[in-house]
């Protein structure tokens, strides 16, 4: 089987998208049936702006300069670049299937296409009428491109082959906003991208016997985003509250000005996966209650380190997280029902353990070859060149 994957960077850079592509493409490698070709649509940057200056009719420098993934064009789904790319690729190498990060829109004839994603534009529409607020990484001003994406991509989702989810939250979401068949849609989830990373620094269940003072981990990008204001809120409870002294590290975060000014709380910044995982392996408890988040690979990272974990009770962390099994969910911003439940695991050494033990079960359970595997089953169904039907609507 031949199979083209499509992405909008190099998928064989470890730092692009957290590394999931990365992961996916080296399982997929490992089958000896399946012959793999990455297509970086980001090349055309390079072929439009030396051939033909198409390019200086977009706002992509202005875009890149402000780290913003929304130019004038919208996200990458509606660039049109994008699609035309892929479409020249597709008809050089005849491709039995194509698994696209995301998807694109074309009305060529085309291999069979498949999608893999994490969430869908219009999971970010739900949130913001529950809130107010779009999710990371868009803005306020981003809602009208967000809305013609989503609606753009559900013609996009109708016309796929199939639709690989991380997630069941995001399986039910798809179906219910787009209408697509069920029977195209597979839960097939994500793993850990641990690069490079010796398998001896991982799965060791940890204890937390005769210890007077906890370390406390979050890893993320954003600030309110990814609730550690709350964890903040929940710190001073503990340490207001206990005999016992409670640390947090926070990873993923350069900007420390809402980090600074309390002993009690570490800044790393940026790590690589090795420091990470040093990180993780010092720490006694992850905490991360997302306001939102499209799935949670990083749950499924602390787990592969022992740790138990607490999420919010909400998106795809209640199908990571098993309550009362290897850590809990909390509801709310309530920093005082956090701070019981960090309690809760960290004061009773026999139930931390069985957490622990649990835990690494539950990250053996997320496979990056599982998921090649069952993709490349699915993809094989219908790596044929089926007649497509153009997308463009009718005058």
């Known amino acids: 089987m031949k199979l083209g994957i499509a992405a909008p960077y190099d998928v064989r850079n470890p730092r692009s998208w957290s590394g999931t592509p990365f992961s996916l493409w080296s399982a997929l490698k490992r089958f000896d049936d399946a012959e793999i070709d990455c297509i970086n649509l980001s090349d055309y940057y390079t072929f439009f702006n030396q051939r033909l200056h198409y390019i200086q009719s977009t706002d992509w420098k202005a875009s890149f300069k402000k780290k913003a993934r929304v130019s004038k064009y919208g996200v990458s789904e509606l660039n049109p670049l994008h699609s035309r790319l892929l479409e020249k690729h597709c008809a050089h190498h005849q491709y039995d299937a194509v698994l696209e990060m995301g998807g694109y829109r074309t009305g ?162 940026f790590l690589d996966k090795a420091r990470l995982v040093a990180l993780l392996n010092e720490c006694d408890i992850f905490v991360l209650p997302s306001r939102f988040d499209y799935f949670g690979i990083a749950f499924i990272e602390a787990m592969s380190c022992g740790l138990p974990c607490i999420g919010r009770n909400i998106c795809a962390m209640p199908e990571i997280i098993d309550a009362g099994i290897n850590g809990e969910l909390v509801d709310g911003d309530d920093e005082t029902k956090l701070a019981a439940l960090i309690d809760k695991i960290c004061s009773n050494e026999e139930q931390y353990l069985r957490f622990s033990k649990n835990a690494i079960i539950k990250a053996k359970t997320y496979s990056w070859e599982r998921i090649a595997e069952q993709m490349l089953a699915t993809m094989k169904e219908r790596a044929i060149y089926p007649s497509r039907v153009s997308l463009d609507k009718p005058e």
């Open 108 to 269: 060529k004839l085309m291999p069979a296409r498949y999608i893999y994603s994490d969430s869908t534009h219009d999971m970010a529409l739900d949130f913001y009428e529950k809130s107010g607020e779009l999710p990371y990484p868009y803005k306020a001003e981003d809602l009208d491109v967000v809305k013609r994406a989503a609606e753009y991509c559900r013609d996009m989702y109708l016309q796929s082959d199939g639709i690989f989810c991380m997630s069941r939250w995001m399986r039910e979401n798809l179906i219910r906003a787009t209408g697509v068949d069920a029977d195209k849609t597979h839960t097939v989830y994500a793993a850990a991208n641990w690069h490079g990373i010796d398998i001896k620094d991982l799965f060791h269940p940890k204890s937390i016997h005769g210890k007077k003072r906890f370390n406390i981990v979050v890893v993320g990008v954003t600030f309110r985003g990814k609730g550690v204001d709350i964890i903040i809120r929940a710190l001073k409870v503990l340490n207001n509250e206990s005999s016992t002294e409670y640390f947090l590290h926070v990873a993923g975060l350069n900007d420390d000005k809402e980090l600074s000014g309390n002993s009690h709380v570490i800044n790393h910044g």
